[in-house]
């Protein structure tokens, strides 16, 4: 059963750090690529970030690109978000998402519970 | 205001069809495939449809997705209680370089 569990969500001050992960299990993590989805509060939906299977391309949404870094350890099975300077607007649930092939496009065949990032004075 | 538009509500009867509108451009939909998401309320988004048209074990065959140009539709045939949920669409924009979703349309089951 695959299973996508985060965490690090917390509250933080504006311009301050913080670095999400989320603990994959159930499938070949190395193989597939994996994102970051947002929701502020009573929001739609908002694609953060994503990293490729191979190769390791990284891809930005416009609002966090230059703040937001994504990483992976594979030998983990872990997927890394770190957040820097962040901002009231960045407050959401974040959700890690599994690519649904080897490739990367807007297929999330599964989805974590998520975790709550709180930016706040 | 999201790069896919959805119209922001959709309702009907139990049973009755109901069609959910998905409009981009060809930077998006024009060009890439289209997927969709479920979100129940208080929970975490679920596959829905992917590829435009194909759906995930599990998914009942009520729902069925299409795609004409720059627009993508989901249909539900034959409405039921369960589908009381927030439903998304979305695709990677070729000039963007990233992924877009639809800004959601919360469907009410009468």
């Known amino acids: 059963e695959v299973q996508l569990l985060e965490s690090g969500g917390a509250l933080v001050q504006p311009g301050g750090s913080l670095r999400l992960s989320c603990a994959a299990s159930?499938?070949?993590?190395?193989?597939?690529?994996m994102s970051w989805v947002r929701q502020a509060p009573g929001k739609g939906l908002d694609w953060v970030s994503a990293i490729r299977a191979i190769g390791g391309d990284t891809y930005f949404a416009d609002s966090v690109k230059g703040r937001f870094t994504i990483s992976r350890d594979n030998s983990k099975n872990t997927l890394y978000l770190q957040m820097n300077g962040l901002r009231v607007e960045d407050t959401a649930v974040y959700y890690c998402?599994?690519?649904?092939?080897?490739?990367?496009?807007?297929?999330?065949?599964?989805w974590g519970r998520g975790t709550l990032v709180t930016v706040s004075s | 205001q999201s790069v896919l538009t959805q119209s922001p509500s959709a309702s009907g009867t139990p049973g009755q069809r109901v069609t959910i509108s998905c409009s981009g451009s060809?930077?998006?939909?024009?060009?890439?495939?289209v997927n969709w998401y479920q979100q129940l309320p208080g929970t975490a988004p679920k596959l829905l449809i992917y590829?435009?048209?194909q759906r995930p074990s599990g998914v009942p065959d009520r729902f069925s997705g299409s795609k004409s140009g720059t627009s993508a539709s989901l249909v539900i045939s034959g409405l039921q209680s369960e589908d009381e949920a927030d439903y998304y669409c979305a695709a990677w924009d070729d000039s963007l370089t990233y992924v877009i979703f639809g800004g959601g349309t919360k469907v009410t089951v009468l």
């Open positions: 060809r930077s998006n939909i024009g060009t890439n495939t």
């Open positions: 998402a599994k690519g649904g092939y080897s490739g990367f496009d807007s297929h999330f065949d599964y």
């Open positions: 159930g499938f070949t993590f190395s193989n597939y690529a």
């Open positions: 590829t435009i048209n």
